[in-house]
């Protein structure tokens, strides 16, 4: 690295942040989607909202999407919120957020425009609440409503069609990003060889932000760009190696070089390689010493990458690379590499299941929370307890079930309250649910009795059907058809 390269570069922001275009004609390329969605805009702006409410972008990753949303956002006024796939799971989710939004009187500016980015990120079945949420708001809401996808003609996002304007977005011919990059090489004061420029437009195939965060990468690791150095560290999406690639590749090197190319070259982050490692070397490694000097570069890396995370100084990623790769492969002294299967790590099996659990956890606090009125921390700490008790101890599954159908559960939640017993409580919830809508076809009194009596919702969730249905609202019942 040339004295000159390290003064100017300043690792620790992504440059597809620094870069980020904030003005429209700062987006390259996708002219044809700017003349759709900034007239779309501007009968917002000027309180004419349009017959369709909702825009979805769709195209290729990383051609812009996002980008000019945020900039239309900048330059029309508007506020912006942006939501993403883990804001809208459920129908309630939704409600909760871009129904509230949807809304909203801005409090300055034209409006807010509501983004939901990359909705095809969402699991179909699980999220069929929430598109009948998003198809419920699309055709009332206040302010503009604008969505991106990958794949627009996905199942579960055609209802979507009829709603929304379509707007497509192009990937960039290999001349544009080398235009892009040739740009930020200029603007960083870089190195950069036009055919190394052009060798990464050719490999991510115009997608924009994968081939800024390839040109990165070289420059931190090298200081220049050159095509040698690209070809040999540059690969494109779609060739990114599966994990026993990667292993192999580490474990079975017979060069420095390619060893550290494996971390490179991998599709999984570097602390997922890490973690492989860690629980493979000593099936790979039969001698002590071996072992103990491939854990001793693994440490070191390890090490490494939290300071750089913690200190945002990525400069220290090229030390993770060769203290992971090649650190770990010429650790192999003493005996042949065995052949032992590949092992998958512990740790990310437990992180996992925690995770989930947690977050089910989480959830059904929320859930609980809302409907009684009471704080979050304090039904952890006062009602899941003796939830626990009345849903795995107690011998008749039916109060268990009430209370899993009042409190809209899902199959998740029963299962995390009742462990083994959920299969039990889950028929049981069938059975109500079965019994409920008999009831709901002839609402005789005789009827009603026996239903309650085989089993049925808590009284006061049926009162508040039957005055719902007074009103000529849907019954809160119909959600939980999506549930279980
Ligand atoms: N058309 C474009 N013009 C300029 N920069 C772009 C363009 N498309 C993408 N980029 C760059 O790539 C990054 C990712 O773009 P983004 O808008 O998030 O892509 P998308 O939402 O389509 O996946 C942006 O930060 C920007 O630096
Ligand atoms: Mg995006």
Redesign the pocket.
Known sequence: MTALARRRLKPNIPW??K???KRVD?????EDAKKKLIPWIKQWAEGRPPSKRAALLY?P???????LVEAIANEYKFELLELNASDYRSYEAIKRTVGVAANKMPLYGNGIIILLDEIDGIAPREDSGGLRALLEIIPETRNPIIM?ANDPWKQQLRPLHQVAELIP?KA?TINQVVA?LQRICDLEGLECEREALRYIAEVERGD??AA?NDLQAVAEGYGRVTLTLVKMLVRGREKKNEIFVTLNQIFYADKAWKARNAINNSQEDYETVIAWLNDNIPRKYEDPEDAFRAYDALARATLMLSRAKFSGNWSLLPYVFILAGPGVALARKNKPISKARYAYPERIKLLARLKEVRETRERLAEKIARRTLASKRLVKAEILPYLFIIFREADDPVPAARLALGYNLDRKEVEFLAGSRARVILEAVERIKKARSREQKTPSRAEAKQAESAGSAPRGEEEGEKKARRKGKKPPSTTLDSFF
């Open positions: 597809v942040i870069y980020r275009p700062e987006v390259f390329n996708q195209g990753p990383g051609v812009g999407k996002t980008s991106t977005f960039l892009i924009v932000r800024i």
